[in-house]
């Protein structure tokens, strides 16, 4: 249950951030996988090396003296995640050579007080790499030559970043407590539900910090369950920077979901999904957490007999990788329908941890592959032999099959669907896994 560190790339424009990026989050090969319908942008990735795994955060280039509205929004942005990252890699350009630019960065990130990696990027060669020695002026230690785009030296850097990563944290001894995020953009009324809730139970066992930034642990009992409440802070807006910058919010987000078995997504009904929510649940998604998307500050709303299914039907429009996602309207104000979350909270949590017998699995299977077909790809056609369910927290199935490769995302969903028909798994991510099985052939 416990978060993962964050390593965050800082520099000025066309260093080549995004292709270290790419490389490095490529040496996880999951993380390449996308996941369909899903409209985040993918600024954060998750990099696994030495039996660690750490989040990345890629940031736009920053321009420290300019002061034009979309300079101001990049420059928020990347201060945000080195305010929150655990560790700084400030990435140079070896072949355009130490900038003034390079310099301003450089101040900037001694006053962060962060473990700090100067990268120097674009040494594809020895004689480019024999350039590296003018970056010791920026006084941050020995620079590292790397070529993101051929992969020199990046297993060095990844080296060098396991060892400045903050030791993983004990994990916690109540694994009976369910872990609840409490997610969403600045101003959609976390901490006003946080208190709602817990004023309804007015049962607190203890407030103690969190070690997400920002971020307090709240325990809570409810019909003899623990709840673990973890709350978010907002992004604080300053001076002319607009709402751009909340897209980096994401990231105090992440902390969060880490830790939680289930999100609550708070959306603003006055707003409605904005492009923030879908990277949150995005990320929820790809973390295989469960979510109840919480629609708050209902009673602003002017309602009709079709008000609510019309705004529903609109969410799952935006929300459409996650057709499963159950929603509550709510006004955490004046308390309307609050207090029925925290069942909700238990009964999702609960559908974690069903397991369907191999015999329901194969049922379904034969009932699924009678009603559509298996697809044909260069005229082999995909066959599944079995399935069984291999864990829980979140469910997860395995099917054997003659070939994984056959399996399209459409058929995948299918399946997904026809699990779905027998068991809803409401508000929970099932995971489906193919692999090759060849039957064998008579005795």
């Given at each position: 249950m416990s978060e993962k560190p964050i390593v965050a790339l800082v520099g000025r424009p066309n260093v080549g951030k995004s292709t270290l990026f790419n490389r490095l989050i490529g040496e996880r090969r999951a993380i390449v996988e996308d996941v369909p319908g899903t409209t985040r942008d993918r600024h954060y990735g998750e990099v696994e090396w030495g039996g660690r795994v750490f989040s990345l955060i890629d940031t736009g280039g920053l321009i420290l003296g300019d002061t034009d509205r979309l300079t101001e929004q990049i420059r928020a942005q990347a201060e945000i995640a080195m305010r929150e990252a655990?560790?700084?890699?400030?990435?140079?350009?070896?072949?355009?050579?130490?900038?003034?630019?390079?310099?301003?960065?450089?101040d900037l990130l001694r006053r962060a007080s962060k473990p700090l990696v100067l990268v120097a990027n674009k040494a594809d060669n020895l004689k480019r790499?024999?350039?590296?020695?003018?970056?010791?002026?920026?006084?941050?230690?020995?620079p590292m030559p790397v070529s993101?785009?051929?992969?020199?030296?990046?297993?060095?850097?990844?080296?060098?970043?396991?060892?400045?990563?903050?030791?993983?944290?004990?994990?916690?001894?109540?694994?009976?407590?369910?872990h609840v995020a409490l997610v969403g953009r600045t101003n959609v009324g976390k901490s006003?539900?946080?208190?709602?809730?817990?004023?309804?139970?007015?049962?607190?066992?203890?407030?103690?910090?969190?070690?997400?930034?920002?971020?307090?642990?709240?325990?809570?009992?409810?019909?003899?369950?623990e709840i673990i409440l973890i709350d978010t802070?907002?992004?604080?807006?300053?001076?002319?920077?607009?709402?751009?910058?909340?897209?980096?919010?994401?990231?105090?987000?992440?902390?969060?979901?880490?830790?939680?078995?289930?999100?609550?997504?708070?959306?603003?009904?006055?707003?409605?999904?904005?492009?923030?929510?879908?990277?949150?649940?995005?990320?929820?998604?790809?973390?295989?957490?469960?979510?109840?998307?919480?629609?708050?500050?209902w009673d602003l709303i002017e309602k009709d007999t079709h008000t609510m299914v019309?705004?529903?039907?609109?969410?799952?429009?935006?929300?459409?990788?996650?057709?499963?996602?159950?929603?509550?309207?709510?006004?955490?104000?004046?308390?309307?329908?609050?207090?029925?979350?925290?069942?909700?909270?238990?009964?999702?949590?609960?559908?974690?941890?069903?397991?369907?017998?191999?015999?329901?699995?194969?049922d379904i299977i034969r009932d699924a592959t009678a009603r559509t077909s298996p697809p044909?790809?260069?005229?082999k056609k995909l066959r599944i032999y079995y399935g069984t369910q291999a864990s829980?927290?979140?469910?997860?199935?395995?099917?054997?099959?003659?070939?994984?490769r056959l399996v399209h995302f459409g058929y995948e969903r299918y399946l997904e669907n026809r699990l779905r028909e027998r068991y809803p798994f409401e508000g929970t991510p099932i995971r489906l896994r193919f692999r090759g099985h060849e039957r064998r052939r008579g005795r």
């Open positions: 655990d560790v700084i890699v400030l990435l140079t350009d070896i072949v355009e050579g130490l900038t003034s630019a390079d310099q301003e960065i450089a790499e024999m350039a590296i020695h003018e970056f010791y002026a920026l006084g941050l230690g020995d993101a785009g051929r992969g020199m030296g990046t297993g060095e850097l990844l080296d060098q970043l396991i060892e400045l990563l903050p030791d993983a944290p004990l994990e916690e001894e109540d694994t009976t407590a369910i006003s539900l946080l208190n709602r809730l817990l004023g309804e139970e007015r049962v607190i066992v203890s407030e103690v910090p969190g070690t997400t930034r920002d971020a307090i642990d709240t325990r809570i009992m409810f019909e003899g369950q802070a907002g992004i604080r807006r300053r001076g002319r920077i607009d709402r751009g910058i909340e897209q980096y919010s994401v990231i105090r987000s992440m902390r969060a979901i880490n830790r939680a078995d289930v999100s609550l997504l708070l959306i603003d009904a006055s707003e409605g999904v904005t492009a923030q929510d879908t990277h949150v649940a995005g990320y929820i998604l790809e973390e295989s957490k469960s979510v109840i998307v919480v629609v708050n500050k019309e705004f529903q039907q609109r969410v799952r429009s935006e929300l459409k990788f996650m057709p499963w996602v159950p929603m509550a309207f709510i006004s955490a104000l004046t308390g309307q329908r609050a207090r029925r979350l925290l069942p909700q909270i238990v009964s999702i949590y609960e559908q974690r941890f069903v397991r369907l017998n191999t015999s329901q699995i194969n044909t790809v260069a005229g829980v927290d979140p469910p997860t199935f395995v099917f054997f099959v003659n070939d994984p």
